[in-house]
Nanobody, 125 residues
């Protein structure tokens, strides 16, 4: 069985920084894309940043220049470094992994998508 475990959320003041991390557990063989989403109260979940296996990243306009996504393929992990945080960044942040292959029970298994449990980021003004 595979799962994503997130860490790093919390309360910060406006202008401060925070780093979120997410690691996939299990006998991981390959991971295609990794990304971060967020969902604020009453709003739809939005894609913030995504990164492929080569390290090519893309960002939503709302976080471009403030957030940086990175991944460690050896550790099957992805991080989101957030700086210059604003009250409008308050949300639950979710790690997402696309097309994950792992080995379990003598078989190679594949999931098209898997989500982390979410971590809350709160920014005080």
């Amino acid at each position: 069985q595979v799962q994503l475990v997130e860490s790093g959320g919390g309360l910060v003041q406006a202008g401060e920084s925070l780093r979120l991390s997410c690691a996939a557990s299990g006998s991981i063989v390959t991971i295609n894309s990794m990304g971060w989403y967020r969902q604020a109260p009453g709003k739809q979940r939005e894609l913030l940043a995504a990164i492929d296996r080569t390290g090519s990243a893309k960002y939503a306009d709302s976080v471009k220049g403030r957030f940086t996504i990175s991944r460690d393929n050896a550790k099957n992990s992805v991080s989101l470094q957030m700086s210059s945080l604003k009250p409008e960044d308050i949300a639950n942040y979710y790690c997402n992994v696309g097309t994950l292959t792992w080995y379990e029970g003598g078989l190679y298994r594949r999931l098209l998508e898997i989500w982390g449990q979410g971590t809350l980021v709160t920014v005080s003004s």
